[in-house]
């Protein structure tokens, strides 16, 4: 029985390594979404960090501020999506069958 449990043991740890790998990884992952016919366009990472967003002159109306506030809410609200999808897909495997809250 001593034997199971150290060979379980290690398994878990290997497992716990290429996880913290996978997650390391995805901060190097890059995802992009864009808005208005890509006057908006935002960049994020894998681990839903929002690293850029770019806005073309032309979508910049100073008497319509509120539709540009719209077009930048609804690129970043996509490319957070893709992050966790992007996320979901790369740690699915270490994740499949467990219920770990917060996690997705």
Do not use: C, H, Y
């Not at 992952?29 to 935002?42: D, I, L, N, Q």
């Amino acid at each position: 029985m001593n034997g199971n449990l150290q060979k379980m043991m290690k398994q878990a740890q290997k497992l716990q390594r290429q996880m913290l790998e996978a997650q390391e990884a995805l901060a190097e992952e890059r995802v992009e979404a864009t808005s208005g016919g890509g006057v908006v366009k935002v960049v994020a990472d894998g681990q839903q960090n929002v690293l850029e967003i770019k806005i073309d002159p032309q979508a910049v109306d100073p008497d319509d501020v509120e539709m540009l506030e719209d077009l930048v809410l609804a690129a970043v609200t996509e490319a957070l999506r893709k992050s966790r999808e992007l996320a979901e897909e790369r740690l699915g495997a270490f994740t499949k069958g467990l219920k770990i809250p917060g996690l997705f």
